[in-house]
């Protein structure tokens, strides 16, 4: 019994047949009930108008070993920072889920041009604590220069350690607990 009979549980086929039932085998086939990876991507590219690689796009294509809950509704796009840095791409629903793409600056937009800064070094700004369904603020000062959505040093007291804020709006920065 040669190799191909043995793995086909006896059954003699013609070596024409083999390339026809590789298809079959196909892992990616297997994994029905998973989102593909090139859909994301696609969804993207619609979104920005531009390719993976190319101003304006994504920076990578999607990591194909990623595992997403297949959608049954269309794939929810939009910016997620006003500096057009990254994409949200979300399927609403049960077993939703949401990722974050990185895009590459286009000329002329928010990101290519830096913003202007929100907060200032030295600024006195109010750092707030936020957690599901609570939140926490006290005075404190910006470390560093930043933009809204940047994520900054700040500090509550002269003597206190520096902690990672980002910045909401102009004095205020948060600190989100989970």
Same mark, same amino acid.
């Given at each position: 019994?040669?190799?191909?009979?043995?793995?086909?549980?006896?059954?003699? &086929?013609?070596?024409? @047949?083999? !390339? #026809?039932?590789?298809?079959?085998?196909? =892992? %990616?086939?297997? +994994?029905?009930? $998973?989102?593909?990876?090139?859909?994301?991507?696609?969804?993207?590219?619609?979104?920005?108008?531009?390719?993976?690689?190319?101003?304006?796009?994504?920076?990578?294509?999607?990591?194909?070993?990623?595992? &997403?809950?297949?959608? @049954?509704? !269309? #794939?929810?796009?939009?910016?997620?920072? =006003? %500096?057009?840095? +990254?994409?949200? $791409?979300?399927?609403?629903?049960?077993?939703?889920?949401?990722?974050?793409?990185?895009?590459?600056?286009?000329?002329?937009?928010?990101?290519?041009?830096?913003?202007?800064?929100?907060?200032?070094?030295?600024?006195?700004?109010?750092?707030?604590?936020?957690?599901?369904?609570?939140?926490?603020?006290?005075?404190?000062?910006?470390?560093?220069?930043?933009?809204?959505?940047?994520?900054?040093?700040?500090?509550?007291?002269?003597?206190?350690?520096?902690?990672?804020?980002?910045?909401?709006?102009?004095?205020?920065?948060?600190?989100?607990?989970?």
């Amino acid at each position: 019994m040669d190799t191909t009979s043995s793995w086909l549980g006896g059954w003699r &086929l013609s070596p024409l @047949a083999l !390339p #026809l039932l590789l298809p079959l085998c196909d =892992p %990616a086939a297997e +994994a029905r009930g $998973v989102t593909d990876p090139a859909a994301i991507d696609r969804a993207v590219e619609a979104f920005t108008g531009a390719a993976i690689g190319a101003p304006g796009g994504a920076r990578l294509a999607t990591d194909t070993r990623l595992q &997403l809950a297949a959608c @049954a509704a !269309p #794939l929810g796009v939009s910016w997620h920072t =006003p %500096a057009r840095a +990254a994409v949200q $791409v979300e399927c609403a629903g049960p077993g939703g889920w949401r990722i974050f793409v990185a895009v590459n600056a286009a000329p002329g937009s928010p990101s290519a041009a830096k913003a202007a800064p929100a907060v200032k070094r030295g600024d006195a700004i109010t750092v707030q604590v936020r957690g599901r369904g609570f939140s926490v603020q006290q005075p404190g000062e910006a470390m560093e220069n930043g933009a809204v959505g940047d994520w900054i040093d700040v500090r509550t007291s002269r003597k206190a350690e520096a902690l990672r804020a980002r910045i909401e709006r102009p004095g205020l920065a948060v600190i989100p607990a989970r």
